[in-house]
C-alpha cells in the first residue's frame, strides 16, 4: 500500500527466469565437470532463491529492519554450515591418532 | 484534543490502534513472519548440514543413490511449485488492487498447484516403497557395496521431502482459510496482511524445495 504495486510482466519475467534456471540446472547436471558441477548446481539454487527472495518476497524494496533479519538468518545458516565443515574436512590434516 | 478524537474515530477500521497507520502495521506483520522464517531456516539447515557431513562422507554412495531418483517427476515438480509461486504473487497483486474476483481465482490456482506437487511426491513416495528403497529391514539395493550408506541418502530423502511435504500441507490449509476469509469479504486494498504474509511462507517453502531438487536429485548423473 505503500509501495508501487508492481507490473504483471515483472512478475512474468522472473518466473520464466526461474524455469530457465530449472533447465539449465538439470542439463548441466549431465555434463561431467567434477567438482564443479556441485558448485554450479549451488550458484544456481542460490541465484533462483535470490530472486524468489528479492521479486516474490519482495525484500529488494522492504525496509532495512527486515532485510537486515533476513540477512541475520543466512548468516547464522553460514555459521552452522561453516564450522561444522571447518571439523569435518580438517580431519587428517595433522598426524594426530585417531581418537574418535 | 477533538481533531485527535475524529481522527481515530476516522481511520481504517482494520488499523489496530497501537500503530501509527496501516503501513507501520503491515511492516510489523511482515517483519514477525520473517523472525519465523529465519526459525524455520535454521531448522532445515540443521537437515542440509546432516546431508553435507554423509556426502561428504559417502560421495560415491550418494551419487549412485541419487542416480535411483525420479529426475523426471522431481524435474515437473520444481516447475510446479515455481508455477505457484507465480500464482501466489499474483494473488497478492489482486488483493493489492482490491480484485476480489483474481484474489480468490489465484489462491484456488495456488491450492490446485500446491496439490498437484503433493500428488507427484506421493507416486514418488509409492515407486521407492515397491523398489524397496526405504530405509529399515525391508531395504534391497542393487549395489551391494552401497548397502548401508545408500541408505543414509534415502533416510535424508524421506526426511528432508517429508518435512517439505508437511510445509506444504500446512500451506494448502491456510490458503483454504485465505480463500474462505476473501470470499467472505475479510480483505480490502487497504488491508490484506494474511494474503502477504502467508505468500511469504509460500514462497519460503518453494526456496528449500528449490534447493532440495540439485542435492537429491541431481547428483550422479554424469556416469
Redesign the interface.
Known sequence: MNHQIVSVKTYAAVFFALLALTITTVAVSRLDLGEYNFIVAMAIAAVKGTLVVAFFMDVRRASSMTRLFVCAGLFWLAILLVFLLSDYLSRGWLPVSRWL | MADHITALAAHEPELRHHFDD??QQ??SS??GM??F??TE??FF??M??SY??YR??YPEAFASASHSMN?LIG?IN??VL??S??T???AV?SA??GQKKALIAFLILTLILGCVFLSLKATEYHEKWVEHHIPGPGFQYADARYFHQAQILFFLYFAMTGMHAIHMIVGAGLLIALIVMAARNRFS??WYTPVEII??YW??V??IW??L???LY??G??K
Open positions: 496501516s503501513a503491515l511492516e511482515t517483519l520473517w523472525v522464517l529465519v531456516l535454521m539447515g540443521g542440509f548440514a553435507t557431513v561428504n562422507l529426475l524435474a520444481t516447475g515455481i508455477f509461486s507465480f501466489m504473487v499474483l497483486r493489492q488492487l486494498a487497504a505468500g511469504l514462497h519460503f518453494d526456496i528449490i534447493f531438487f540439485p542435492l541431481l547428483i548423473h554424469t
